[in-house]
Nanobody, 120 residues
Framework: VQLQASGGGLVQAGGSLRLSCAASGNIVSINLMAWYRQAPGKQRELVARITNLGSTNYSDSVKGRFTISMDNVKNTGYLQMNSLEPEDTAVYYC???????????????WGQGTLVTVSS
């Protein structure tokens, strides 16, 4: 299984970006998908997560501005980021717990990261 993150870029403060995380390979189901970010000189932090039942959690810093979603048919997750602030500048990583054949046991996978830069 591979995760491919995309959608990062340079945006002005107040702007929007949508990140995508596409899972490929032998997949039974994606049980959970999460987005993390790591700013220069800081630890990686959880931004948002979503389960295959649609339950979501957000960090306080992005609540009300970011929306996480998942398309179970396309095996792709999304992070819609609105009202971006310079403090949102970071490399964003997606993570997914994916059930794989033949047993359906879930394994943890990470994407390669996509850079989001928000200018003031």
């Amino acid at each position: 299984v591979q995760l491919q993150a995309s959608g990062g870029g340079l945006v002005q403060a107040g702007g929007s970006l949508r990140l995508s995380c596409a899972a490929s390979g032998n997949i039974v189901s994606i049980n959970l998908m999460a987005w993390y970010r790591q700013a220069p000189g800081k630890q990686r932090e959880l931004v948002a997560r979503i389960t295959n039942l649609g339950s979501t959690n957000y960090s306080d810093s992005v609540k009300g501005r970011f929306t996480i979603s998942m398309d179970n048919v396309k095996n792709t997750g999304y992070l819609q980021m609105n009202s971006l602030e310079p403090e949102d500048t970071a490399v964003y990583y997606c993570e997914a717990w994916v059930s794989v054949p033949p047993t359906g046991v879930a394994h943890d996978y990470w994407g390669q990261g996509t850079l989001v830069t928000v200018s003031s």
